[in-house]
């Protein structure tokens, strides 16, 4: 026999996490031997139970507070990559701004070169016009006499080795052209070359008309003529101004895009 004091009316065994209780009793104080071994074994297990039950409940505390350290390092983890993800994302977005800005002042400057560019040429031909125009009054009203002196150099060209030479004027025109190119047959004579040499009034020409012509060919040494041959001079030039003026301006356009190549390449290295 003996006595067992955990009496289920007053033995309280632990209290769980839930607030229920583990515990061993008897209805009576006294109790056989073989239900006393066999009380005991379910005791000690009750107790072994506890122990274990602690010892997870201590791992799954160490195990959570693992967990939180975790999640705290890999929040901060994630932080510092999202801080330097920003950093390169501004630092490529500032450089992504100065290449736009760059890029807009390099139009607006070609722009502002193209606008003035166009606005030289524009005066350049206004200015030719004018000056050819003015120059084309003077001779108008200046003697057609200077007219058939300068046509003698065109009609060197076509005299040498000539049988004859007739020469068709304007009638307003006839006498000084007369004059003018008996001059020039009487040098001829003097030279040893005497070419017959005829100077007539034709009325379908018009007024510094002098068309001369011989076995060789004709040449049309007019005033419209030598004002047309002065006008294509004059746009030859003006063509060749402008062709060296874009020669220019593109050495300056390619030394402004190496200028601001620089810069971006100093403000990187900054």
Same mark, same amino acid.
């Given at each position: ?44 297990? $009750? !107790? ?5 039950? =602690?010892? @997870?409940?201590?791992?799954? *505390? &160490?195990?959570?507070?693992? %967990? ?105 025109? $006839? !006498? ?5 190119? =008996?001059? @020039?047959?009487?040098?001829? *004579? &003097?030279?040893?070359?005497? %070419? ?75």
């Amino acid at each position: 026999m003996a006595i067992w004091l955990k009496h289920a009316r007053s033995a309280f065994g632990e209290i769980d996490a839930y607030g229920s209780s583990a515990r061993v009793g008897v209805a009576a104080d006294v109790i056989p031997r073989a239900t006393f071994g066999e009380l005991v074994s379910i005791d000690e297990a $009750y !107790a072994a139970l506890a122990v274990e039950r =602690d010892a @997870l409940l201590a791992d799954a *505390r &160490d195990e959570a507070a693992r %967990i939180v350290e975790a999640g705290h390092a890999q929040a901060a983890q994630i932080a510092e990559q999202a801080q330097r993800e920003y950093e390169t994302a501004s630092e490529q977005g500032y450089r992504d701004g100065c290449d736009r800005a760059l890029a807009d002042w390099m139009q607006r400057l070609a722009d502002v070169a193209n606008a003035q560019s166009q606005l030289q040429i524009r005066m350049r031909e206004r200015l030719a016009q004018i000056v050819a125009s003015a120059v084309e009054q003077i001779v108008r009203v200046e003697r057609h006499e200077a007219l058939f002196e300068r046509a003698l150099a065109t009609v060197d060209r076509i005299v040498e080795g000539a049988t004859y030479l007739r020469v068709a004027v304007h009638p307003d025109d $006839y !006498a000084e052209a007369k004059a003018t190119f =008996d001059r @020039l047959a009487s040098r001829w *004579r &003097d030279l040893g070359q005497p %070419i017959p040499l005829s100077v007539i009034a034709d009325k379908r020409l018009d007024p510094g008309s002098c068309v001369c012509e011989s076995d060789f060919g004709t040449v049309d040494a007019s005033l419209d003529t030598q004002l047309r041959a002065m006008r294509s001079a004059v746009s030859r030039a003006l063509k060749r101004s402008v062709e060296e003026a874009d020669a220019d301006a593109q050495s300056e356009d390619l030394a402004a895009d190496n200028s601001g190549y620089a810069i971006r390449d100093d403000e990187e290295a900054a």
